[in-house]
C-alpha cells in the first residue's frame, strides 16, 4: 500500500489551456475525493465519488471543471480554458466504505499564468 | 451551516513549550473532528480523531486535542514542542452528503501555521 498518489505534483500552464490532473487512491477505496487549496486557505471540498458514480459537486466546481472515475479506481480531474484564479494546489483524498478518515495524497500545485 | 473556526492564524512558540491550538465548530449533530498538519508543498498528515467516546483524545507525534460540547471546541494540545513541529495545523469537521449515509467530506477551518524558535 503506498498511499494516495497524484501526478503530476507541479503544473504550469497558460491560460486558456486545458489540464488534466491524476489521482490514484488506495487500493480497494471505495470513496474519493477532490478538494481545492488555495493559499492562505484550508482545503475546499469539490467532488466525491463513491466507486465510479459522481455523487456530489460542489459549486466550486464550475462548468470548466470535469472529474471521473471511470472503473471505480484511478480518477481524473480536468480543467478546461484555465484561468489565472485555477491557480491553487489540487488535493485528492480516499477513504474506505466505512468512513474512518480520508488519506490526502501529496497534491498537484498548479499555476496558471 | 456548517462550519470551522480557526481564530489563530499564525503562532510562534519556543520550543520546548506548550502549544494549544484553537479550535471551534458549528455542526448541527454530533461532529466528527479531525486535525491533520501540512508542511510546505505538501498534503495533509492526519494527526487525530474524534467519532465518539472518550472527550480527551490521543494522536501521533505527542499531539492530544479535547472534545467540549459545551464550547463546541476540540482544540489541539502539546505539552513540550520540537523544532520539527514547525507546519500549518487545520482542524476539520466530517459533514454528511445530501444522499444520507454517514460522514463523507470534510469541511476545513482556515489553518494555524505554527512557527518554532530555537
Known amino acids: 500500500d503506498t498511499g494516495v498518489s497524484q501526478d503530476p505534483r507541479h503544473k504550469i500552464t497558460k491560460r486558456g489551456q486545458n489540464v488534466t490532473f491524476r489521482c490514484d487512491p488506495i487500493s480497494e477505496h471505495n470513496r474519493l475525493y477532490w478538494y481545492r487549496q488555495t493559499l492562505g486557505q484550508g482545503p475546499e471540498f469539490l467532488t466525491y465519488f463513491q466507486n465510479e458514480a459522481q455523487l456530489e459537486k460542489s459549486r466550486l466546481l464550475s462548468d470548466r471543471f470535469s472529474a471521473e472515475r471511470p472503473k471505480g479506481s484511478f480518477s481524473t480531474l480536468e480543467i478546461q480554458r484555465t484561468e489565472q484564479g485555477d491557480s491553487a494546489m489540487y488535493l485528492c483524498?480516499?477513504?474506505?466504505?466505512?468512513?474512518?478518515?480520508?488519506?490526502f495524497g501529496q497534491g498537484t500545485r498548479l499555476t496558471v499564468v | 451551516a456548517q462550519s470551522v473556526t480557526q481564530p489563530d492564524i499564525h503562532i510562534t512558540v519556543s520550543e520546548g513549550a506548550s502549544l494549544e491550538l484553537r479550535c471551534n465548530y458549528s455542526y448541527g449533530a454530533t461532529p466528527y473532528l479531525f486535525w491533520y498538519v501540512q508542511s510546505p508543498g505538501q498534503g495533509l498528515q492526519l494527526l487525530l480523531k474524534y467519532f465518539s467516546g472518550d472527550t480527551l483524545v490521543q494522536g501521533i507525534k505527542g499531539f492530544e486535542a479535547e472534545f467540549k460540547r459545551s464550547q463546541s471546541s476540540f482544540n489541539l494540545r502539546k505539552p513540550s514542542v520540537h523544532w520539527s513541529d514547525a507546519a500549518e495545523y487545520f482542524c476539520a469537521v466530517g459533514a454528511s452528503m445530501n444522499y444520507g449515509g454517514a460522514t463523507n467530506k470534510l469541511i476545513f477551518g482556515t489553518g494555524t501555521l505554527l512557527a518554532v524558535q530555537p
Open positions: 483524498a480516499s477513504s474506505p466504505l466505512t468512513y474512518t478518515e480520508a488519506f
